[in-house]
């Protein structure tokens, strides 16, 4: 049985995988000094001709390699201990990727991308637009892209369309590029009343995951999106950060404008004080979020199949487009 067991060889399988398209050696190369594996092309391309080897990738000429399914099927089983922090990991590639400028609101975002069966296309639409227009919770931002296309640096497969929304991990982006980190510590379900955030009922750390642990708590039988926009009532998948106490009004001020932007609702503690149930460390303050990822919530609540990566890449803000007008929230608990 054929497995991945080099670091560098399973890296470029990822890049294959998150491409889903030929990808040629020089690509690859950029791909990898990212996030920190600087090898020439010409030992790339050995690595890839093990891939092949191995049945995981295929060459397809001057176009470059793609990935085979038994390749795809190998990046979700493989190495995972080098996913453990995958959070982290993320995080700090995105926080590089992303280039959001809050003053001259331009530059990339940072996205999930979830894959859909074309024929829904009117559903998904609709149920977007219900939520967005019905709250002021998430970021009302998306793209859509079709068969043969490429989104986020993805190519739709046929039969299939694409969908961009903007990740609750944006804001630690924007926080980076401000002169700010922050880094999420948990993700869970907040409890909603009377259209109110009250608190997190379920919790799971970021720390030492192999995949995103969002997703733990996002579609049926789990998160009740829909059910706190009809009724008042309902669980909301949300992610939880802390910030350093004296920069407060430095994140207020960014929050602000984060709000005033791309909507959504954010919430924000006193430092060392209770947000939604959890304490903040000493010397630090507690900021959750909803993002898109309440959006793909709703869909799989109302029975859409996808596939979903959250925080999956970055994209230019420009190319997303506002399903409805952009109301944000800013709750100082």
Avoid at 6 to 20: A, G, W
Avoid at 252 to 276: D, H, T, V, W, Y
């Amino acid at each position: 049985m054929e497995i991945v067991t080099d670091r560098t060889e399973y890296e470029i399988l990822s890049i294959l995988d998150r491409k889903n398209r030929a990808v040629n050696s020089a690509e690859i190369e950029k791909e990898l000094r990212k996030i920190g594996i600087d090898i020439s092309r010409r030992r790339i391309v050995q690595y890839l001709e093990i891939l092949d080897d191995k049945g995981f990738s295929e060459n397809l000429g001057r176009e470059g390699r793609r990935i085979t399914e038994a390749g795809r099927d190998e990046v979700g089983k493989s190495m995972v201990h080098t996913k453990s922090d995958y959070i982290l990991r993320v995080n700090a590639i995105l926080s590089t990727d992303m280039t959001f400028d809050i003053e001259r609101r331009k530059g990339k975002v940072a996205v999930n991308l979830s894959i859909i069966n074309e024929n829904k296309e009117r559903d998904v639409m609709k149920i977007l637009k219900d939520i967005c227009t019905s709250t002021n919770w998430a970021p009302p931002f998306i793209k859509i892209g079709y068969s043969g296309e490429t989104l986020c640096d993805y190519k739709i497969p046929e039969g299939k369309i694409g969908l961009a929304t903007i990740t609750s991990m944006a804001i630690d982006g924007i926080f980076v590029n401000s002169g700010i980190y922050t880094v999420p510590l948990y993700t869970g379900l907040i409890e909603f009343s009377d259209h109110k955030p009250i608190r997190f009922i379920n919790i799971v750390s970021t720390t030492g995951c192999s995949f995103d642990p969002l997703t733990i708590f996002m579609g049926r039988e789990r998160s009740t999106v829909c059910d706190a926009v009809r009724k008042g009532c309902g669980l909301m998948p949300a992610d939880y950060r802390e910030y350093p106490s004296m920069v407060r009004d430095k994140i207020i001020r960014i929050l602000e404008k984060i709000i005033e932007i791309f909507g959504g609702l954010i919430m924000i503690s006193e430092p060392e004080a209770f947000i939604l149930g959890v304490l903040p460390k000493i010397g630090y303050g507690g900021i959750s979020a909803l993002g898109g990822e309440i959006l793909i919530s709703a869909l799989n609540e109302k029975g859409i199949s996808m596939v979903t990566r959250t925080v999956y890449s970055t994209i230019d803000f420009k190319e997303l487009s506002p399903i409805c007008d952009v109301n944000g929230e800013l709750l100082e608990l």
